[in-house]
């Protein structure tokens, strides 16, 4: 019976191991078809692993500002496509083109950045990653 039982765990950790690395296969949260502009005024930014983040206030037509969520490239892409950490710092105003939520809330996956100098800041997604 202990045997039994032993099998069974081991077939139960093989079979759902996998399942977090899986999260990154689902389907795509964000609307590839779909690309929108925001102006908006940086709050952070953070070069992180797997997926760096920037946080942007967006005024919206109703003037209330609303705080946007936006996932880029892990930092190795970023560097790749020329951004440094000190890239995006808090008060930056910059446009931000994104892939939006597919959910319609305030989030996207970020394809570039225009800096207030005209600067163009790829999001480092299509650089050496297969999407």
Request: hydrophobic fraction near 30%; proline fraction near 7%; aromatic fraction near 0%.
């Given at each position: 019976m202990t045997l039994t039982r032993s099998v069974l765990a081991c077939l139960c950790v093989l079979v759902l191991s996998p399942l977090p690395a899986l999260a990154e296969l689902a389907p795509a949260r964000f609307?590839?078809?779909?690309t929108v502009s925001l102006?908006?005024?940086?709050?952070t930014f953070a070069m992180a692993a797997p997926h760096?983040?920037?946080l942007l206030v967006v005024t919206g037509a109703d003037g209330k500002a609303v705080e946007w969520s936006l996932e880029t490239a892990?930092?190795?892409q970023l560097q790749r496509s020329g951004w440094?950490?000190?890239s995006?710092?808090?008060g930056d105003k910059i446009t931000a083109s994104i892939h939006p939520a597919r959910d319609g809330g305030s989030g996207g996956e970020l394809v570039?950045?225009?800096?207030a100098d005209g600067q163009v800041l790829p999001a480092g997604q299509q650089v050496?990653?297969?999407r």
């Open positions: 609307d590839k078809d779909k102006p908006g005024v940086v709050k760096g983040s920037v892990g930092p190795t440094q950490a000190a995006l710092k808090s570039s950045v225009t800096l050496g990653v297969g």
